[in-house]
Every structure is written in C-alpha cells, then in structure tokens.
T-cell receptor
C-alpha cells in the first residue's frame, strides 16, 4: 500500500550492529504499529503508538526500541542485532475507531548474520 | 486474552472449486473479526471484516466470510477459486475494548490449475 512506506526494503547486517527501520504514512492515522512475521507464527506485535507522545510495548519488545518522530513517522531500532531477529518486519497504521482495519506497509526483510 | 487459531497450515484446491479457509477465535465480549491476504513480497491487504449485523460478510475479490458466534468461527470462503487467489491468508480479531489486533498464524492457499 503506497500510503504506508518502509525503508529499507531489504537489509543484511551482522550480529551486534545497530539497525533502524523507518516507516512513514500519508493516511493521517494516529495509530502506528510494528510487527514481525516469522513462518508459522503469524504477525507478532513489537511496539505500538497511539499518538506522538504515546509508546507502548507489544508482545515481543525485548531487543527493540521505537521512536515516534511525528504523527506520520514511526521508527524501529534493533540496538544490537542478533540472528534470531532475522524476520520480515511490517509497519501498520489505523485510525481511532476499533471497528476499522489496519493498513500495512510493504515490509522490510532483515537478515542478521 | 484474545487468540486466533487457523487450524490448517496449507489448503489446496483446484481452480473453479469452492474454497474455505478456517478461523476460530477467543475473545471476551463482542469480537471484531478481519481477514487479510498477503501476496509474495507484499504487505498484508485487507479483505473483509465483521463488526455486527449479518453473519455473512462480503469483501474484496469475491471473498466472503461467515461469522458463527456459537462456534466462535469466522471462516473465509469463495465459491470459485482462481489461481491468482494463491497467497497467505491471515485471520485477526480485536475486541470492542481492545487496543490491538491479534493475528492467527496464517494459512497458505494454493489453487491448482
């Protein structure tokens, strides 16, 4: 969905390196999310933010941190990457209404060697 | 706590045949239920949702889903499968008071020509 963009799309890095994944959206949504996708496990929530001053841990936040620089931007950092953080990472947005769906970015494939 | 199960890792159907992808859920209170599809190298795309009302919900690309409260199920269906329907399908749930979505592990649908 072009309304939600992620950079980079692919990244290979080494154990111990700090990595930042970026997400931008033009949908005007307040809520933003970071997920990781692993085969057979579906999507697991890492962090979420309901507005610029609101950051919350998700199911699997250990080893990750986030920054909500603006309503439209939400970055995910891996402080010291490890091989089991190799995964597909998705950013998503939604508006305030619980009945409405999320909109996903195209994903970032991260490989940690 | 909310949870979603998709009991089949893989579903194979012949083109032109009807397809069903199964989903069961657990949530306190009234559920909001969603289906998403993921094509290779793409983010998740919204297909349809159940919020309230008619138990049969129609969505994109000819897909529909049937909400069954007594069986806590929300199975995705299509009367006549296309090869282009081959993709990974995710069921997700959110309760009316919940902040976040919970995703199932995904079901890979293969439509054979």
């Amino acid at each position: 969905d072009a309304d939600v963009t992620q950079t980079p799309r692919n990244r290979i890095t080494k154990t111990g390196k700090r990595i930042m994944l970026e997400c931008s959206q033009t949908k005007g949504h307040d809520r933003m999310y970071w997920y990781r996708q692993d085969p057979g496990l579906g999507l697991r929530l890492i962090y979420y933010s309901f507005d610029v001053k609101d950051i919350n841990k998700g199911e699997i936040s250990d080893g990750y941190s986030v920054s909500r620089q603006a309503q439209a931007k939400f970055s995910l950092s891996l402080e010291s990457a490890i091989p089991n953080q190799t995964a597909l990472y998705f950013c998503a947005t939604s508006d305030l209404l619980s009945v409405n769906e999320q909109f996903f970015g195209p994903g970032t494939r991260l490989t940690v060697l | 706590a909310q949870s979603v199960a998709q009991p089949e890792d893989q579903v194979n159907v012949a083109e032109g045949n009807p397809l069903t992808v199964k989903c069961t859920y657990s949530v306190s209170g009234n559920p909001y239920l969603f289906w998403y599809v993921q094509y290779p190298n793409r983010g998740l795309q919204f297909l349809l949702k159940y919020i309230t009302g008619d138990n049969l919900v129609k969505g994109s690309y000819g897909f529909e889903a049937e909400f069954n409260k007594s069986q806590t199920s929300f199975h995705l269906k299509k009367p006549s499968a296309l090869v282009s329907d081959s993709a990974l399908y995710f069921c997700a749930v959110r309760d009316a008071q919940g902040q976040n979505f919970v995703f199932g592990p995904g079901t890979r649908l293969s439509v054979l020509p």
